[in-house]
């Protein structure tokens, strides 16, 4: 079993910032790739980030030079720095990893997400 633990949303103003954060954890043997989604209300998910092993970050358009991804491979954390948010940016922001398990196993997980509430 491999779990995604996400921390760090809450309410903040328009233009202001937040770091989420999101810790795996479980029978991980590697990590290939992590990254954030968020699903605003009456929406569909969406990338936002995402970081790979190797490779260049990808953001979406809309949040690229606000937004930030990093990762620290040595606590399997993943973390997003958003900067100058936007009301229509509230949404359940969501963690996602690329997984090998100690059964070498490859599979896809989701944390349980966190609201991030942008007011105007």
């Known amino acids: 079993q491999v779990q995604l633990v996400e921390s760090g949303g809450g309410l903040v103003q328009a233009g202001g910032s937040l770091r989420l954060s999101c810790a795996a954890s479980?029978?991980?043997?590697?990590?290939?790739?992590m990254g954030w989604y968020r699903q605003a209300p009456g929406k569909q998910r969406e990338l936002v980030a995402h970081?790979?092993?190797?490779?260049?970050?990808n953001y979406a358009d809309s949040v690229k030079g606000r937004f930030t991804i990093s990762r620290d491979n040595a606590k399997n954390t993943v973390y997003l720095q958003m900067t100058a948010l936007k009301p229509e940016e509230t949404a359940v922001y969501y963690c996602?990893?690329?997984?090998?398990?100690?059964?070498?196993?490859?599979?896809?997980?989701w944390g349980q997400g966190t609201l991030v509430t942008v007011s105007s």
């Open positions: 970081i790979p092993n190797a490779g260049n970050t």
């Open positions: 996602n990893a690329g997984v090998i398990g100690t059964d070498y196993r490859d599979r896809e997980v």
């Open positions: 479980g029978r991980i043997l590697s990590i290939y790739t």
